[in-house]
């Protein structure tokens, strides 16, 4: 059974810091191209930044700078650290993770507000 399960999300101010975390069980991590979509209330679902296998990654223009996207082979795990939020990135967080075919995980609420 294929899970992806995100977690490290919550409340934080503008100008800090968050990582969130996605641990994947079920598919062969290590092929696998890994991101991270957000959906904020009453807008559409949007890329925020990919990793493939070699490490190469891929970042959405407004978060390029300040957020981070890394994986850990070892842990079936990927990672979105995210420093500088703004309260537009507040958003539900969707892990991804592609190959053959795609999943998603169930998401995380980051609320970024004062």
């Known amino acids: 059974q294929v899970q992806l399960v995100e977690s490290g999300g919550g409340l934080v101010q503008p100008g800090e810091s968050l990582r969130l975390s996605c641990a994947t069980s079920g598919i062969n991590f290590s092929v696998y191209t890994m991101g991270w979509y957000r959906q904020a209330p009453g807008k559409q679902r949007e890329f925020v930044a990919s990793i493939i296998s070699d490490r190469r990654t891929n970042y959405q223009d407004s978060v390029k700078g300040r957020f981070t996207i890394s994986r850990d082979n070892a842990k079936n795990t990927v990672y979105l650290h995210m420093t500088s939020l703004k309260p537009d990135d507040t958003a539900v967080y969707y892990c991804?993770?592609?190959?053959?075919?795609?999943?998603w995980g169930q998401g995380t609420q980051v609320t970024v507000s004062s």
């Open positions: 991804y993770a592609g190959w053959n075919t795609a999943y």
